[in-house]
Every structure is written in C-alpha cells, then in structure tokens.
C-alpha cells in the first residue's frame, strides 16, 4: 500500500523542482507585473498611487508603443517568410546533394550559434558609414548607397536583413532534416505515374513537411514577437523611433530613461497576451496531437 | 544525352546559390575576425597590406585585466553558465525521465505549460525581476543571475531530455525490475548510462544559451556579476568612444567556444534547436 503511494507520487515530486523554480522566476514575477500594472509607478520617485486601467489607455494611446507594435508586426510579416522561402529552397537543394553537403551544413550552423548581440555588432560594423564592407563593396561598383541605419528608409531594412542572415540557416537545418527523414516511397509511386517536380513538391512533399514547417514557423515567430538585441546594437531604436520593437520600447520605459515600471507592466502584458494568443494556435496542433 | 547534361547545368547551377549562400553567411563573421587582428581599428584601405599589419595587440588589451574588465566577465560567465547548466540538467532531468517513463494524471498539460513558458517575452519578466531581485539582495549577483538561467532553460532541458528517455525502449528498465532492481536502481544502473549522451547534448546547449544571453545580463548585472554580453556593450561607455579592434577582439572571443562547443553537436542540432520535436 505505502509503496503504490510512493510510485503514484514519484512522477509530481520529480517534476517539483522544475515547477518550483518556474513559480518563482516565471510566474510570481509575471503576476506580480500585472499587479503594479495597474498603478502609476516610477522607481526614481518610489511612488505608487493606483490609478486602475489607466496605463492601458494610455498604452492604446501612446504613438510610440503602437509604433513599436507597427514594427514588430512587420518583422513577423516580412522577415519570417522570406527565411521560410530561402530556408527551403536551400533544403530542397542540397537535399539531393551527397557529397559536400555536411560543409554546407557546418557552415550554416555558424549564425545560429553567434550571439544575438554579437551578430548586432557584426552587422554595425558591416553598415558603417564608407569604411563598412558594405559601403566598400557597393561604392567600388558606383553604386551610391544611403547611409543604411541612419536613414528612416533603410533602417528598418537593414535589420530585416540581419534577422535574415541569422535565422534563415534555422529554418534551413530543421527543413532539410524534415526533408530527409521523408520516405522514399510516395516519390517513388509518383515517379512511375510520371507526376511532375512541382507536383511533387506540392502534392507530396509539402503536405509531409506541415508538422515540421509549423514547429520552425511557431519558434521563429516566438523569437520574433520578443526581438530585442540586435535592434538595440544596430540602430538602437532609431533613427528616432522608427526601429523601436516592443520589448526594446518596453525595456526604454522599464528600466533605462524613465523608470516608469507601472506603464512597462501594463505594455508587457499587452505583448504577453498577443504571445498567449499566437502560442496557443500553434501548440495543440503541433504538440499534442503527435502524443 | 540531353536530360544529362541538363543535370550538369542543374548541379552547377545549384552548386553556385549554395555558394552565394555560404559567402552570405561567412562574409560578417570574417570581417569580424580580420577587424579584431587589425591595431587600429577601422582598416582604411583594403589591400593585401593588412595581412602585414595583423597583430594580436587587440586580443592582449582585451583579456589584460589591467586594461580591460573582459577577463572577468568571462570568469563570471563561466561560472553562472556552468552553475546554471548543471542545475538545469539536473531539475530537467527529472522531470523529463517522468514525463518519458512515468504514466501520471495531468502530463500531458504539465508538459505542454512548461514549454508555454519559454514562448513568453523575456522583458515582462526583466521589469518586475529587477524590481524582486533588488529587494532581495539578488541583483547583480552570480545566485541572482543563476536562478534566472536555470528557470529561462528548464523548459529546454525538460523537453530535451524527455526526448532522449523516450529513445530508450520501456523493455530495458522492466526486465530491470523483474530481476528485483527497485526502480531508483534501474533507473542508476540501466537507464542513466544510456542516456548519458543525451544529457550532454542537453548540458551544452544549455551552456551555449547561457553565455549568449543578453536582455538579463543587460538589466540585471552591473559591475560585479557582468557576464562576456554585458562586458561587451560596456566596452563602448567605458572608452567613451568605439575601440573597434577590441570590441572586435571580444567579440570573436565571446563566439569562439560557442563555435567550437556547436561542432561537437552537429549530429544533434536539430534536435536542440526543435526542443527535441524533430529528431533527427
């Protein structure tokens, strides 16, 4: 009796200290943010006086934050699909690729790996104004260039591309494995009803990859919705708001400038929301229905 | 005849994006290294000249802790990653092996809202951790900053770990049991052994994800507890201008060990980067 007891209770009490420290760092900050959320809170000042929902009135009124939204949503909108697209391509090509294909794979670990700070700083250096390689390489062709991460225009870009060289190698590695682990057998039948190459791709393979294609797109656009080093290091939310993400704005009202720590509770709880909303599409589908 | 020597033209032609690509990838990451083997910072003109000019003054500035703090934010780097990956592994471990080996009531969602927590915004946590962790004496310490990075990598390591215990097939660990093992024996004596690669594989990903992390270094850690992603944006206020051989130096530093810890995981990155959803 007292041993079916134990068996029953081994799987929660090894699972405690996992949920516990998860309680601590994640969850009681997290309420304990939407609690202040709800007052008008400066930490300089040290004063707290409740104030309601007014922070989220402002938040809707507040033309930076929604700007911020603005842009966070078009890094989604334009940065995702296209490392999606290139991300596949590159897979379907070197997925009939024997020889030399674990150099490719090699070297497409590499921006995976550098730290998203770094690859700020990498690019930083890469934009800078006549002496960056960018400008040496376009200027040697008389290709006059803008100055990329000063310039209202080309800012945003500029860190579209960054994003792009870091995270299409992500999506390549996960398509061509999911490319790889395909059975050779619907190929095969399809070959012999003489099926062409895109109708393959589109009748076959596509459909085979949608779980795989999901699991890349939900963590890509996880890590899009909080992105915060690179445009800090690149072009630090400028040129004046235009490249403020949200968690970059958030971090600005939070903790450096201003202080107000009730008004960044109530903002990170709008962009926690948003997350919950995108999160809970994808993972029923992806996760549980494989169990 | 002619469908072989499309297939020539289509390898070429193949062989050529797969090149641009690489070129497109390599490019920042060389011009990172040859900026840091240059004295003075930016090189102004190029030519093969700068291979003469190259020296490893930068690198001597940077890790000199005369001149420069970098050499301790790699020691504290080093030792909040190696505290936080040990933890992690250990506590993700656990409860992976339950979710892998164990039939309970609740799995499913138990499992499913420990990785809802790694798809939240990290900042809605940084603004009300910097205010806890400053009434608890935790701010800018190396427990303070440990704490944070076993909880930001549990998920992972729950995840990742469940995976690898659910390669071993449920008939080892039973006949274990048959033979009169009680199951922490079986679990010491016939499931850790085989499933050790798999914690390493765990544990090295998790250090990777330590060291490279930036938005809590960045709010939570000052002049005692900086790590290497802190250290370098100090760089940059501490010389009151860019140094940018140096800033280069450190930054080559800082993914050097990186690059050669993601070569060893080859075999398993994809696995990694998926959480273990895609085994492959």
Redesign the interface.
Known sequence: MREKIK??L???L??A???A??L???I???L??SY?SFFEYR?ITQSANFIGFDNYITAFQDPIFLSSLRVTALFIVLALPVELG?GL??AL??N??TKGASI????????????????G???R??Y?PD?G?VD?VLNSFGIRTPEWVSNPQTALPSLIVVDI?QWT??MF??L???L??LSRDPYEAALIDGASRFQVFRHITLPLMRT?IA??I??RL?DL??L??QPL?VTNGGPGFSTYT??LY??RV??SEQFR?GY??SL??I??II?MVV?MMF?RG???SK? | MNTRRLRTIENAL?WI??LI??I??????V??VI?SLVPRG???D?SLKIFEEMRLSNYAMVLDPSTSEFYRNVQNSVIIAAASTAITV???S??G??FAK?A?KG??N?K?W???????????????????WGNLQLADTIPGMV??Y???N??FS?WLTSSFFQDLPVEIEEAALVDGCS?LQAFRRVTLPLVTGGLAVTALFTF?MC??E??FAL?LTGSRAATV?RG??GMIVMYGGIK?GE??AA?VL??LP??A???LL?KH??RG??FG??K?
């Open positions: 068996s029953e081994l799987p929660y090894l699972n200290p996992t949920i420290m998860l601590f760092v994640a009681f900050p997290l304990y943010c202040f930490l290139l391509i590159l090509i070197l009939q690729k490719v794979r090699v070297v497409f670990m590499i921006p995976i790996m550098v730290a998203p700070l770094v690859a700083y990498l690019w250096f890469m800078w002496v390689i040496r060289w190698p992500f590695l996960i061509l494995a999911g790889q682990a795989i699991v890349a939900l963590f996880t919705i909080k915060f080093d290091i949200v968690s958030i971090y939070g903790l720590v960044a509770a990170s709880w962009l926690n997350t999160v993972i992806i996760f549980v169990k | 193949s994006i797969l690509a690489m497109f990838i390599l490019l920042p990451v011009w990172l900026q930016f090189i102004l190029i250990l506590f993700g656990l409860s092996y339950a164990l309970f799995s499913n138990l499913i420990i990785l809802s927590m790694r798809f939240f915004p990290p900042i809605s946590v940084v603004v009300p951790l910097y205010v806890l704490l944070i076993v909880a930001l549990l998920p729950v199951r990777i060291w490279n930036f938005i709010a992603t370098l944006t940018w800033m280069s930054g800082l993914i990186i690059l810890a993601a070569f080859q990155i994809v980067l998926t959803a895609v492959a």
